[in-house]
């Protein structure tokens, strides 16, 4: 059971993730409704504050004018650490390299940045294959199987994993269908 501390530190971060957003949050998609999903995921698997939190947060620095030291002074450097590691990195144009950077720095972070990434990617997975490019969808499946791959050994004995495993499947078969194949 969390304590009433906790849940503060909880409900903080959600009010700073969507005053962030509201005041210079610029995607179009419903990321306030998918960081809440994600830090919820988190939240209702019993993952520790910090994890919580930086799942509520792992799009800001991305999406927002929020900064790593932003984060950094409201929530202390172990979120600011996660949140950096899950965003990307601006000066990387390739879209899987991109995304390879991420889950590398995940790893080199640790164990949280890995689960803030699982949550993250089993989120995203439902939409995998939904976009109107080819070579999208393929990008997703290899992303997604190069994380369930290379995750196992900071997050395989979790349920998360076991999930982003079993989506797998499912989303190669809708990115196939999508494509035609």
Not at 119 to 131: K, R
């Amino acid at each position: 059971m969390r304590g009433i501390d906790d849940d503060e530190e909880v409900e903080r971060a959600l009010r700073y993730l969507v005053d962030s957003f509201e005041s210079s949050g610029d995607n179009p998609k419903p990321v306030i409704l998918h960081s809440t999903r994600v830090g919820m995921d988190l939240y209702d698997r019993g993952y520790g504050t910090r994890v919580v939190v930086s799942g509520f947060l792992h799009d800001l620095l991305e999406d927002t004018a929020v900064t790593g030291d932003d984060v950094r002074s409201a929530f202390g450097a172990d979120v600011a650490e996660t949140v950096e590691a899950v965003s990307f990195d601006e000066g990387i144009d390739d879209y899987l390299e991109r995304h390879y950077d991420i889950y590398r720095r995940c790893f080199e972070t640790g164990r949280g940045a890995v689960l803030v990434k699982a949550a993250d990617v089993l989120d995203n997975s439902e939409y995998y294959g939904l976009g109107d490019s080819a070579e999208l969808g393929r990008n997703q499946v290899e992303k997604m199987t190069y994380f369930v791959e290379n995750s196992e050994p900071y997050i395989g004995d979790e349920d998360i994993h076991r999930e982003l495993a079993e989506a797998l499947p499912t989303v190669r078969e809708r990115v196939a269908e999508r494509n035609g194949n």
